[in-house]
């Protein structure tokens, strides 16, 4: 089954593929510049407790995001 | 010729940059702005070229100031270096099309070439080079393997006719580019990832976080107190006292000049903390007391910045710093504040919001005391035992912690999310560490060494006249009544607006109990800012943010004070 989940949701260690950026344009370019864009695939590494920063793999790089922006980047998950 | 060296940021674009210029090296701003780039000078065919490491960009379509500035340069450059990171194809590829497509004169550096093995990719250059059509050089700057072939392949830089594409169809192209020429194989995580993401994970990050900065703090004590103790001290007292104790005997002992140049003899000696003259007191307190802990300083914050471990140490401290309405990245500039308060405002311009620049700078310069202040802190205080040093630090935390709690809640704005690349860890080439901490040394001793000099001139001048028994008698009720401390230490507040280092010095000859040195040291790190923090302020947030500052350092300073003295 497909699930469409915010990246907050993902677990650790669990891959998506991005399938929409909810937000402005600068905020889209801001992500698309450091590898996020719609059609990427995404694996989260760790989240820190508290609603702090989330941190993804993207291709061979590791980027930190805010827990809010990261509540705004919807991915697609394979669940069984 | 103007050469620009351009890239993503973290792809070791600085390390290529010192291997192609020599030592002379400037750094400035780039006009209208706060942007920092630097400039140096290279060898190419037999002339001398301009080289220019431009502020680190992922795109040419502006999404904050570093990358707008990279714009700008790149209309007065006659030819581009993009660095690109191999170990990441295909982001650093976003800038690399970028540049071609505008026909700019391109030479590719395909640098941390030696990172792609054991991270399992494999890159075919010559496919790469034809399918950009620009000359494609595999480097690796620690080594400086690749470096020669870039300089010898400049001449192949052409430019091109203009390609206009959207950011899509540009997005397409770097995915097609990049199925032909990049090849993954799978492989186990090696030991560096296993790290780089234990100390990112809460349970694991914090102990490691607790870990390293107590590990800082140590080495840090222990290189200072090194230095201090097998180097400067017996070069002060065996060496340069008998010579200045002849001179003392020459100028007789006393008068005007003596008392400049030498200052008082006690008991019948120089004393290098008490004699406060311009040649004991005001060559010791910077060069002995404060250089040594200045260069440990800066060289354990170099291995933190350049390992790639600070940008954890962000994220990890996130949390904690949107309370204080910043974002975890802004720990940076308050760990720069702990060598000097200067450097740690000018740090703040990563901070985007004005907001954010203010809380920042505010709390630098009055929650972080600076590398100088440290060091007379553990000089006087520490003699009267460790608990007293601790209550002083526990002090100026809490009021760091308090004081960014209250500022967020005050001022309107919020704080802006933390988005930034985790580099991985790397061993930094030691070339780049010395080079950075030769300029941080200099600068404290071309800043700090004649304002100190000053500073004691200024003190012995006013002795002199008197203004000291006038000014203390004036705030004496001010003075003993809300901090508990004898009129005299009234002085040393005033000289501490010149240097927090000296004035603390001028502490020392009061007798002052131990609680009394809690209560001075406190409020000389929270209250007026050093000349030169001032000028900083003054420049970075404007006349009436600074005034604002120094407002809330001024009235926290005695309301803490005056607290410590109470409840001591």
Redesign the interface.
Same mark, same amino acid.
């Given at each position: 089954m497909v699930k469409q989940i915010s990246l907050t949701h993902l677990r650790r260690g669990q891959s998506g593929r991005v399938i929409q950026i909810m937000g402005g344009f600068g905020m889209t370019r801001r992500l698309a510049a450091l590898g996020i864009r719609p059609g990427k695939r995404i694996t989260k590494i760790s989240a820190m407790f508290m609603r702090g920063p989330v941190t993804v793999r993207v291709g061979h790089s590791d980027i930190a995001l805010g827990f809010g922006m990261a509540s705004r980047i919807i991915v697609e998950v394979k669940e069984q | 010729m103007r050469i620009l060296l351009m890239g993503n940021p973290n792809v070791g674009k600085s390390v290529i940059f010192s291997r192609l210029t020599g030592v002379h090296v400037i750094a400035s701003n780039y006009p209208g702005t706060t942007v920092e780039f630097t400039k140096g000078w290279a060898e190419y065919k037999g002339k001398r070229v301009e080289v220019i490491d431009v502020p680190g960009a992922?795109?040419l379509?502006p999404?904050?100031k570093a990358e707008e500035v990279a714009v700008e340069m790149l209309k007065e450059g006659d030819l581009v270096i993009d660095i690109i990171d191999a170990?990441?194809l295909?982001?650093n590829l976003?800038l690399a099309l970028q540049l071609i497509e505008r026909g700019v004169p391109t030479v590719i550096a395909l640098n941390i070439w030696d990172e792609t093995k054991h991270?399992g990719?494999n890159i075919n250059v010559e496919k790469l080079e034809k399918l950009l059509g620009v000359p494609v050089v595999p480097t690796i700057g620690i080594t400086g393997e690749g470096i020669k072939e870039l300089f010898s392949r400049l001449e192949e830089a052409k430019r091109k006719k203009p390609i206009k594409r959207t950011?899509h169809q540009r997005?397409d192209e770097i995915g097609r580019i990049i199925d032909r020429v990049q090849t993954l194989t799978h492989r186990h995580h090696t030991l560096r990832e296993i790290l780089?993401?234990a100390s990112?994970?809460?349970l694991s990050?914090l102990p490691i976080a607790i870990l390293v900065l107590f590990l800082s703090f140590k080495i840090i004590r222990f290189i200072g107190e090194g230095l201090i103790g097998y180097l400067l001290e017996p070069l002060f007292t065996k060496l340069y006292l008998p010579l200045i104790m002849k001179l003392s005997l020459f100028l007789g002992s006393g008068g005007f000049l003596h008392d400049i140049l030498i200052g008082k003899l006690i008991e019948g000696g120089i004393d290098f903390i008490q004699s406060f003259g311009l040649l004991t007191t005001g060559l010791y307190v910077p060069l002995a007391m404060v250089l040594p802990y200045i260069l440990s300083f800066y060289l354990v914050l170099g291995i933190l910045e350049d390992t790639g471990y600070l @940008?954890r140490l962000? =994220?990890?401290l996130?949390?904690l710093m949107h309370r204080l309405g910043l974002?975890?990245y802004a720990i940076i500039p308050n760990l720069l504040g702990l060598g000097c308060n200067v450097p740690g405002i000018l740090g703040t311009r990563i901070l985007e919001s004005k907001r954010e620049r203010f809380i920042a700078s505010a709390l630098i310069s009055i929650g972080v005391p600076c590398a100088a202040l440290q060091a007379m802190i553990f000089g006087l205080v520490g003699k009267h035992g460790g608990q007293y040093v601790s209550m002083v630090y526990g002090t100026l935390f809490l009021v760091w912690l308090l004081l960014g709690l209250i500022l967020n809640r005050v001022l309107k704005g919020f704080s @802006?999310?933390?988005? =930034?690349?985790?580099p991985?860890y790397r061993l930094p080439p030691w070339r780049t560490m010395v080079k950075k901490l030769w300029m941080r040394i200099l600068g404290f001793v071309i800043e700090a060494l004649p304002l100190v000099l000053l500073g004691v001139l200024v003190v012995n001048i006013l002795y002199f006249l008197k203004v000291f028994d006038f000014l203390a008698n004036l705030a004496a009720p001010f003075i003993h009544g809300i901090l508990g401390l004898p009129k005299e230490a009234v002085v040393a507040l005033v000289i501490g607006f010149l240097r927090k280092d000296v004035a603390l010095g001028m502490l020392g000859p009061l007798n002052l109990t131990a609680q009394q040195l809690v209560v001075g040291s406190v409020v000389l790190a929270m209250s007026f800012p050093c000349i030169a923090t001032f000028i900083i302020l003054l420049k970075e947030l404007g006349l009436k943010d600074m005034l604002k500052a120094t407002g809330i350092m001024i009235f926290s300073a005695f309301l803490v004070g005056g607290i410590l003295n109470l409840i001591l």
């Open positions: - | 992922y795109t379509e999404t904050s170990t990441n295909e982001r976003n991270r990719i950011e997005w780089e993401e990112i994970r809460p990050g @940008p962000a =994220i990890l996130d949390n974002h975890g @802006p999310p933390l988005l =930034i690349e985790v991985p």
